[in-house]
Nanobody, 122 residues
Framework: QVQLVESGGGLVQAGGSLRLSCAASGRTFSVSVMGWFRQAPGKEREFVARITWSGGSTYYTDSVKGRFTISRDNAKNTMYLQMNSLKPEDTAVYYC???????????????WGQGTQVTVSS
């Protein structure tokens, strides 16, 4: 089993930056993909970015391309999301997720963190 803990959320003005961290513990070597999701008030959870654990291949949703950067430190079992040029519409609870298996379309997200609040003021 894998446990995930997010940190780094907070309040920031539009145009500012935040760096989210996701620390993984447990059976971490079994993780093949990790990613970030977010859920804004009154809206459904949406995918933000993902990264493969071994190769470091990344993928982003269009709305964050050029502003967000996902990365990982395998030795620390930690994933990061550097968020720059933040906009009010980025306001959401951000969740870390980990997958052991990947289908032809998307990873099977087996584990989830508790979430960290990101609030961007105008």
């Amino acid at each position: 089993q894998v446990q995930l803990v997010e940190s780094g959320g907070g309040l920031v003005q539009a145009g500012g930056s935040l760096r989210l961290s996701c620390a993984a513990s447990g059976r971490t070597f079994s993780v093949s993909v990790m990613g970030w999701f977010r859920q804004a008030p009154g809206k459904e959870r949406e995918f933000v970015a993902r990264i493969t654990w071994s190769g470091g291949s990344t993928y982003y949703t269009d709305s964050v391309k050029g502003r967000f950067t996902i990365s990982r430190d395998n030795a620390k079992n930690t994933m990061y999301l550097q968020m720059n040029s933040l906009k009010p519409e980025d306001t959401a609870v951000y969740y870390c997720a980990a997958a052991m298996f990947v289908t032809s379309t998307s990873p099977l997200w087996n584990y989830w963190g508790q979430g960290t609040q990101v609030t961007v003021s105008s």
